[in-house]
């Protein structure tokens, strides 16, 4: 009898010790679905967020990091995939790996799980080999994250390891602007507090009239409270490009040589108490403007660009009737992280680019139907045409008037009709599919196209998704219209954005 007394007090002291070490630790909740959640670096940044759907799009391998976790004992991760067999996930906690890695197979949405007992920042690495690799949420079972150490109501709401030397009361000025500290010398990692603002940088330098973050690099921005938006004033080298963890990012054209500026790149609707830039070329700031209330007005003066235009469509208008002979497509879907595909007619006289935001068919290119042209930018529409520059037009578009010059060995166009409205209507013949375009250009001009491809669309099908950043026209990316040419990204204003 003794002995049965004495397993059950044991048994049931042990269970005490259970029931108190189980509610001591909290769940915290991270959405990747919009948006990097403040509590988390990436490295590099995410290249866009599929908010309906698989979150945060990653096309290189990453490491995401969530800093201060006390007691960790499970870590879940709501994850995609568009391979199966080789892209990988491997979590760290306190330097040290927790649970087994994780080869990802072709799904959407599935949940991984990480079970262990360690404390530490938490490190995610995602190995990406090909295709993309999505997450859409984080779910981390500790006592405590960062300085998070409240009753955990509102679990994954910490504002991180490292804010303690931040004044949360602080009253920010619109705007508040930090510059220059000192100089520190270069190629190494600091940080500064100015006017209740952290700068973070993983490798730069700083002098007398600049800091700033080393190609490769990062800078990150703290706050005690959201901050809204970010305005450099500075240098980026030449080939200067940028991503950022929250907010819309956009930055001067350093494509040809490096540019001295103010602004040299702004990030607006941060919405966020820390925002990480990620620079592939060197950028040094000069001053550094930060809203709380709301974004700045940045009109097209403050970048030096023009707005695309219709100056190269015949002011006279005109009815073209064009029988094309040749049809390339290209399914870009899986690299915009949304429905689009690519046209591109052609005819002796003629050639057209079509931007459909339609999923690709495998039979017919385009399941049949009308899609309305417009500039809505919705699934089941044709992209209107926004017009050209100097350089390049931008879909839906027809190019003529071809001139060759042999000094270049190169064809030209010299007119561009550009469609903003009609329909492109898609019907199954007893010759294959009918492709038809009729629509009005910007100047008045009709149009009426057609074309047949015969048999099935795997005869003209080349879309390699590695190839995708080589594609030109207006886009919708991370939830704006932008302009993809040459493996570049614009603002309608022709600002570099990404």
Not at 312 to 334: C, H, K
Not at 461 to 476: L, M, P, R, S, W
């Amino acid at each position: 009898m003794k002995q049965f007394l004495l397993n059950f007090r044991f048994l049931a002291i042990a269970a005490l010790t259970m029931i108190a070490m189980s509610a001591s630790a909290k769940e915290f909740t991270y959405n990747f679905m919009n948006t990097l959640p403040s509590e988390w670096t990436s490295n590099p940044a995410p290249l866009a967020f599929e908010s309906t759907n698989r979150g945060c799009q990653y096309t290189s391998s990453a490491t995401l990091t969530l800093k201060g976790a006390k007691n960790v004992t499970k870590v879940v991760l709501t994850c995609s995939s568009n391979l199966a067999g080789k892209n990988t996930i491997a979590l760290k906690v306190g330097g040290k790996a927790y649970g087994e890695t994780v080869t990802m197979g072709k799904e959407t949405n599935v949940e991984k799980t990480f079970t262990g007992s360690a404390s530490g920042d938490i490190t995610i690495d995602i190995t990406r080999v090909d295709k993309s690799v999505y997450i859409s949420k984080i779910v981390v079972t500790a006592d405590e994250i960062g300085s998070n150490t409240g009753g955990g109501d509102t679990p994954g709401t910490g504002t991180g390891e490292g804010d303690t030397d931040l004044d949360p009361n602080y009253t920010y000025a619109e705007p508040t602007i930090i510059t220059p500290t000192g100089t520190i010398g270069s190629n190494t990692a600091y940080s500064f507090v100015q006017n209740n603002i952290r700068v973070d940088v993983s490798t730069g330098g700083q002098s007398e009239s600049y800091f700033g973050c080393n190609a490769g690099n990062s800078i990150t921005f703290t706050a005690s409270k959201n901050i809204k938006a970010v305005v450099v004033n500075g240098y980026v080298k030449k080939e200067f490009e940028a991503q950022s963890t929250s907010g819309t990012i956009a930055y001067v054209d350093a494509s040809e040589d490096a540019v001295e500026t103010n602004p040299v790149l702004a990030i607006t609707d941060v919405d966020s108490k820390t925002v990480t830039i990620t620079c592939e070329k060197q950028m040094r700031c000069y001053s550094v403007e930060f809203y709380f209330v709301e974004n700045p007005e940045l009109g097209d003066d403050d970048w030096g660009d023009d707005e695309f235009n219709f100056d190269y469509e015949p002011n006279v208008a005109t009815t073209l009737n064009i029988t094309f002979t040749e049809m390339e497509a290209e399914d870009y879907s899986e690299y915009f992280g949304y429905e689009y595909t690519d046209l591109y007619f052609s005819s002796e006289e003629y050639e057209m680019e079509v931007a459909a935001f339609v999923p690709y068919n495998e039979e017919t290119v385009l399941a049949p139907g009308t899609y309305e042209i417009n500039d809505s930018y919705e699934v089941g529409t044709v992209q209107a045409s926004p017009g050209g520059d100097d350089y390049y037009d931008y879909p839906t578009y027809i190019a003529t008037g071809f001139q060759y010059d042999a000094e270049e060995d190169a064809w030209y166009y010299t007119q561009s009709y550009y469609v903003v409205s009609g329909t492109l209507t898609v019907s199954k013949v007893s010759n294959g599919t009918k492709f038809e375009i009729n629509g009005k250009t910007a100047k008045g001009s009709t149009v009426n196209a057609s074309y047949i491809l015969p048999g099935n669309a795997d005869a003209i099908h080349n879309a390699k998704q590695e190839e995708a950043k080589t594609a030109v026209g207006k886009k919708i990316l991370n939830g704006r219209v932008v302009i993809v040419n040459k493996e570049k990204v614009y603002d309608a204003s022709g600002r570099r954005v990404e």
